[in-house]
């Protein structure tokens, strides 16, 4: 089986910082994209942001030129590096990883437990 742990959330006042990182361990040949979603009180899954394999990035509009994603492939963590945070940005954030389990094999979603980000004075 294949694990995802996150951690780095927490509350935060407007404007602040938080880097948000999600470690993928167990049965792992390759993970292709990694990425962030979140979930705000009251509205559905979003994306926010992704790393495919290659190194290209893609963001939500909202966040972008105020986080990066990053992504380490010896440590099979991905990184989220939020800036400038707003109200808005609250929500839980959930990590995922689309992992290939043995050669050629088929890839699969797995997904982080959630960790909540209050953006709040």
């Known amino acids: 089986q294949v694990q995802l742990v996150e951690s780095g959330g927490g509350l935060v006042q407007p404007g602040g910082s938080l880097r948000l990182s999600c470690a993928a361990s167990g049965s792992i040949f390759s993970i292709n994209t990694m990425g962030w979603y979140r979930q705000a009180p009251g509205k559905g899954r979003e994306l926010v942001a992704q790393?495919?394999?290659?190194?290209?990035?893609n963001y939500v509009e909202s966040v972008k030129d105020r986080f990066t994603i990053s992504r380490d492939n010896a440590k099979n963590t991905v990184y989220l590096q939020m800036n400038s945070l707003k109200p808005e940005d609250t929500a839980v954030y959930y990590c995922?990883?689309?992992?290939?389990?043995?050669?050629?094999?088929?890839?699969?979603?797995?997904w982080g437990q959630g960790t909540r980000i209050t953006v709040s004075s």
């Open positions: 790393v495919l394999s290659g190194g290209i990035t």
């Open positions: 995922y990883s689309e992992v290939r389990r043995v050669v050629a094999g088929p890839l699969y979603a797995y």
